[in-house]
């Protein structure tokens, strides 16, 4: 039986569209109105209004995509409780490398949006787009983080029950710039760089991506990128293949081995993605979301390779999941078209969901991560729980994103941008 006392944190083992679906229109034969029926109604309050509409069409199935690797993240999380430490026993074994296709996915997607508008777009607009998408969701991110803090207090987390209250608001609003903390004001005990919510490292190496394409990368010709690109991959494959682990697993410290993790799980992908969009044409053909998007969970879901031994093997596979599969992942995604309106929303929602539940999920794993660390559950019976954490996180990103998030855009874009719509 999984003893949960024993529990070390994943990986730190090494250190200490469209918008509102159709709404029902009664026949102009009769004046009588009619209620919408269940299913409809459904439809439309799952699927919320943009907040922008200037910017450019959305690729749908690409905005899925990002949804499908959010969820995949949220399993991975939620029972990498049970791995003890040790990720050759993770569920969803690859899962972190969605984040990686996170990085791939958004190179490509700024590079579609903003790569041909540059004669009509300041760097200080785009500065504000990109603030005011992503920056709410992180603020909350950390408000839920702070309130739920000292309910986390465990063996797994050892630092909270020395933390005060002046502490931790002191995280919080550092927390709220995005900037990161070093290792000596870590709270948890987990080294990273946004105790109150781990998984906003990634909106930090975001954030610097972006700076390096508005700055650099968007004015290089396509041989000059395509040189840091296969310089990039070389980084990769030296990190993935000759290193003690045989992953990409780290990032989310200030430690500089860890830093030095996160830069290069950052420049191929994003790179990569603005090349494959300069590059390769895309032409909508036929429906392609259910091929993408089972080649994406395949790819996550691949066991450990290789076992302890030849530690090189499961590396030299996250170096073919990143150079050839992802790439062909985002290709489908992009030439696909929906067919059916039950997918169009399917894919709409995805895509909405996608961004507010990787930003607001891992405050809601740590609880429940002490918790079971607290009372010792064992993995038999926890099912009925994880299910019911999950669900309650996939609510709590939804109504971020309703009520929160999408309101909020609309007051900044209107009140900086000027164009009274969101991007």
Avoid at 199 to 211: D, G, K
Avoid at 212 to 238: D, M, T, Y
């Amino acid at each position: 039986m999984t003893k949960a006392n024993s529990i070390v944190p994943f990986g730190r083992q090494r250190e200490n569209n469209n918008l509102l679906a159709n709404s029902y229109r009664p026949s102009h034969k009769t004046t009588k109105s009619r209620r919408p029926c269940t299913f409809n109604y459904f439809l439309r309050m799952i699927t919320p209004s943009a907040a922008y509409s200037d910017s450019k069409k959305h690729l749908l199935i690409l905005d899925a995509l990002r949804g499908i690797a959010a969820i995949m993240v949220l399993v991975m999380h939620t029972f990498e409780v049970y791995c003890e430490g040790d990720f050759h026993k993770m569920l969803v074994n690859h899962g972190y490398l969605a984040v990686d296709f996170f990085f791939m996915l958004s190179g490509y997607v700024m590079a579609h949006a903003y790569d041909d508008r540059w004669d009509t777009m300041t760097v200080l607009a785009f500065a504000k787009r990109r603030l005011i998408r992503l920056q709410p969701l992180i603020v909350l991110g950390m408000t839920i983080g702070a309130l739920l803090f000292f309910f986390q207090a465990s063996s797994v987390f050892p630092k909270i029950a020395e933390t005060t209250l002046p502490q931790l608001l002191l995280i919080m609003v550092i927390g709220y710039t995005l900037l990161p903390v070093p290792p000596s004001m870590d709270i948890r005990g987990w080294t990273e760089m946004h105790p109150l919510n781990g998984a906003a490292w990634s909106l930090f190496f975001e954030y610097i991506a972006n700076v390096l394409h508005v700055l650099i990368l968007r004015k290089l010709p396509n041989w000059a990128l395509g040189v840091l690109v296969l310089l990039a991959a070389g980084a990769l494959f030296n990190l993935a293949v000759y290193g003690k682990a045989g992953d990409l697993i780290g990032g989310w410290s200030t430690d500089p081995e860890q830093l030095k993790i996160g830069f290069t799980r950052l420049l191929f992908p994003y790179m990569a993605g603005m090349l494959l969009r300069r590059v390769v044409g895309v032409t909508a053909t036929k429906n392609t979301f259910a091929l993408a998007g089972g080649l994406l969970i395949i790819a996550l879901s691949v066991p450990r390779i290789g076992g302890y031994d030849q530690v090189w093997m499961n590396g030299l596979y996250e170096v073919f999941v990143l150079v050839l599969l992802f790439p062909t992942i985002i290709y489908l995604g992009a030439i696909g078209k929906t067919s059916h309106p039950f997918t169009e929303k399917a894919c709409t929602f995805l895509g909405d969901l996608s961004y507010p539940l990787y930003i607001t999920h891992f405050p809601i794993i740590y609880t429940y991560t002490a918790w079971i660390s607290n009372n010792k559950v064992p993995i038999e019976e926890v099912a009925p729980v994880s299910i019911a954490v999950m669900f309650t996180t996939i609510l709590v990103a939804y109504a971020s994103l309703k009520w929160y998030d999408l309101p909020v855009r609309r007051w900044l874009t209107k009140r900086f941008l000027h164009t009274g719509k969101s991007a």
